[in-house]
């Protein structure tokens, strides 16, 4: 413990009357770095400072090991503005010293400045290394997307590092959540001359992003090594792809996730809160009553510590399970106050995925009676407005509109689809069409419920200008995309036979989606068959 560590330099100093040296320094602050002890950290750069140990105004470069070891322990103890102006004091950088500044930089999410920052490096002189590109990667898939990572990738294969381990396992997780395809990924993957159980499981992760469960399980059968992380992957994996045409029989992906959290807690490997959190999910796709009874007592048993996350996902095995008794008991029983938005919303969000839209309306309204607009969320506004549109409200759509643009929730990705979603479905396509074409944050699903708003009114046309101006923006389809769109072939004016032949064939050869049953039976009713 760094408190530790700080009595004996003291036991150090008086005692035995020895100086400390650079490695002490280094030492005391890697403590205070683990422990995150900013306080304990300010003091011993202080001592550092007075013994000319570090670099400090009117006393000339200090050791750079302690100057690096300084910057580390002020970024990681969420102390940025005195990592950068320590940085600012130095009078000797390697590169050590910029990366230190640059993971601070992406980990608080300033991602233009972390390139400025990069530019000022290179600028100096100063090579950049695996660390440099990995930081980099992270801020180009949080900030910028796919244009900017691959101008990264390509910095890698022109300096020579796109063999580092690091920069591949940084690239192999930056393709698979803002690739064009999965062979982008794989060719990654492939090209490595190292792998470690990070590249397995990266790879792992992006086949069940694109949906590929299949591909994702041969790589866990595959994999010559995996931790805990891997099985988590595996079964959050199953979770995501519950729904829609990728996994045709839910059920039978939650029974797959919960015989891995078996063989998991079998094999003895950690238990986290993402583990628990992913069985309860399991469980409530599985909707066994049995299983889920079980799977709560051992919650209990293991004494997995109450958080928001596993009672909200406790409440919702139960509601689906058929144990609505229990599932109320534990929003009753809720502990977390400053959460309390979040048993709400699974109470909400339970009844809307029953199709229950009456009562979820009603929940809603008791929420609001009984506490209020302030715990009105991003995501409660989504599920209201969903359940505005499932039951063709749309003065009370209307309404929810104009409170998401008085609260300032409008410019949230999830409301607004939710709004486009809530117009398309209410008739008020003209609302939908001017909302989606004012949006200032588009992302996938708000051009899938555009289509969707289209598809309802059967404008196939409408539809498929879309599906061109998503080509020329190069933003990547998915399942759903595709059969909103080959649906949509059916509603044109034109013949448009081959052009949705050419869409069909386009998903595997070009976009490496498989065709579910679901895309098969909407080509054949193009064909007219």
């Known amino acids: 413990p760094a408190a530790a560590a700080a009595a004996l330099l003291a036991r150090m100093r008086l005692r035995d009357a020895l100086a400390p040296t650079e490695y002490t320094f280094v030492g005391l602050l890697t403590a205070c770095a683990r422990r995150g002890n900013p306080r304990l950290g300010a003091q011993v750069h202080a001592l550092a400072a007075k013994s000319a140990h570090c670099s400090c105004p009117g006393t000339g470069p200090g050791s750079l090991l302690v100057d690096n070891a300084l910057l580390g322990m002020y970024v990681k103890c969420g102390r940025l503005g005195d990592a950068l102006r320590a940085f600012g004091g130095m009078e000797r950088r390697d590169v050590s010293s910029w ?105 792992l992760n992006g086949y069940m992003e694109f949906g590929l469960v299949n591909m994702a399980l041969d790589v866990f059968d595959r994999m010559p090594q995996r931790n805990f ?41 950690e238990i986290s809160d993402v583990t628990v959190t992913g069985a309860l999910n399991a469980c409530a796709i599985a909707a066994d009553r049995k299983v889920s009874e079980q799977v709560h007592a051992f919650v209990i048993k293991c004494g997995c510590g109450s958080t928001p996350w596993i009672d909200a996902a406790l409440i919702d095995m139960c509601i689906k399970c058929g144990r609505s008794g229990d599932a109320h008991l534990l929003f009753e029983q809720w502990r977390h106050q400053e959460s309390f938005h979040i048993a709400w919303n699974s109470l909400l969000l339970a009844s809307v995925r029953d199709g229950e839209y009456e009562k979820a309306l009603s929940t809603f309204l008791q929420m609001f009676r009984s506490s209020g607009l302030g715990f009105i969320d991003e995501f409660m506004l989504t599920a209201a407005l969903g359940v505005c549109g499932a039951l063709g409200f749309a003065e009370l759509g209307k309404q929810m509109h104009s409170f998401a643009a008085k609260s300032g929730l409008l410019d949230a990705c999830g409301v607004g689809n939710a709004i486009i979603s809530m117009y398309g479905k209410c008739g008020e396509l003209d609302d939908a069409v001017s909302f989606f074409e004012r949006m200032t944050c588009r992302d996938l ?85």
Not at 140 to 159: I, N, Q, R, T, Y
Not at 168 to 183: P, T
């Open 445 to 529: 699903v708000s051009w899938n419920a555009m289509i969707t708003a289209y598809l309802l009114h059967r404008q196939g046309e409408e539809i498929l200008d879309i599906w061109g101006q998503m080509e020329r923006l190069g933003i990547r389809p998915d399942s759903i995309t595709f059969l909103l769109v080959i649906s949509a072939c059916s509603h044109t004016s034109s013949d448009c036979t081959d052009q949705c032949r050419e869409l069909f064939l386009s998903m595997s050869s070009k976009y490496g989606i498989e065709p579910a049953m679901e895309h098969y039976a909407a080509f054949v009713n193009v064909l007219g068959c």
């Open 99 to 203: 990366n230190a500044v640059l993971a601070g930089l992406v980990e608080l999410g300033r991602h233009g400045e972390a390139f400025e920052l990069f530019g000022e490096m290179r600028a100096t002189g100063v090579r950049a290394d695996g660390f440099s590109l990995s930081a980099l990667l992270s801020a180009a898939g949080e900030g910028f997307g796919h244009p900017v990572g691959e101008a990264v990738h390509a910095l890698s294969l022109k300096s020579g590092l796109e063999m580092d381990l690091s920069v591949g396992n940084a690239l192999i997780g930056f393709y698979a959540e803002h690739g064009g395809s999965v062979e982008d990924m794989v060719s990654v993957f492939q090209g490595m001359p190292v792998k470690d159980v990070i590249s397995w499981t990266g790879l």
């Open 229 to 269: 992380v891997t099985y988590n992957a595996v079964l959050t994996g199953f979770c995501q792809n519950r729904e829609g045409v990728r996994v045709t029989f839910a059920k039978k992906a939650g029974l797959r996730g919960l015989g891995l959290f078996r063989q998991m807690v079998e094999d003895g490997l």
